[in-house]
């Protein structure tokens, strides 16, 4: 297996959290849903874990400053490491709309004050 397919296979379990199999243990083959998602009725269609509110920013953020996968995950427990090493993958990729993302969501924290 390749590393592209590695993380092919990282980045598209068929399952959410609320489905009866863990997507970890779907064989690639089956997998059919991305972990991340884009739902336009939650945080406007950002980046999220898929089954949580969790954005990606939020845990590319943490990581950014200085939090392990172990901390992040002790910090947000709806997450697994798992989760959090492909949170950290889908921003390897898509820096660009990751950026926008942290960028707007600071612009919109500026507005408030």
Same mark, same amino acid.
């Given at each position: 297996?390749?590393?592209?397919?590695?993380?092919?296979?990282?980045?598209?379990?068929?399952?959410? @959290?609320?489905? =009866?199999?863990? +997507?970890? !243990?779907?064989?690639?083959?089956?997998?059919?849903?991305?972990?991340?998602?884009? $739902?336009?009725?939650?945080?406007?269609?950002?980046?999220?874990?898929?089954?949580?509110?969790?954005?990606?920013?939020?845990?590319?953020?943490?990581?950014?400053?200085?939090?392990?996968?172990? @901390?992040?995950? =002790?910090?947000? +427990?709806? !997450?697994?490491?798992?989760?959090?090493?492909?949170?950290?993958?889908?921003?390897? $990729?898509?820096?660009?709309?990751?950026?926008?993302?942290?960028?707007?969501?600071?612009?919109?924290?500026?507005?408030?004050?």
């Amino acid at each position: 297996m390749s590393q592209s397919d590695a993380h092919a296979n990282i980045l598209t379990p068929s399952t959410g @959290r609320d489905g =009866a199999q863990d +997507p970890r !243990l779907v064989p690639p083959a089956l997998r059919t849903r991305s972990w991340v998602a884009h $739902h336009p009725g939650v945080l406007d269609g950002e980046a999220v874990i898929e089954g949580t509110r969790i954005p990606v920013r939020t845990v590319v953020l943490m990581a950014q400053a200085g939090f392990d996968a172990p @901390r992040i995950v =002790a910090d947000l +427990p709806t !997450l697994t490491v798992a989760d959090v090493t492909v949170a950290l993958t889908y921003y390897d $990729h898509h820096h660009d709309e990751i950026d926008a993302a942290i960028a707007a969501d600071a612009h919109a924290d500026d507005e408030l004050f």
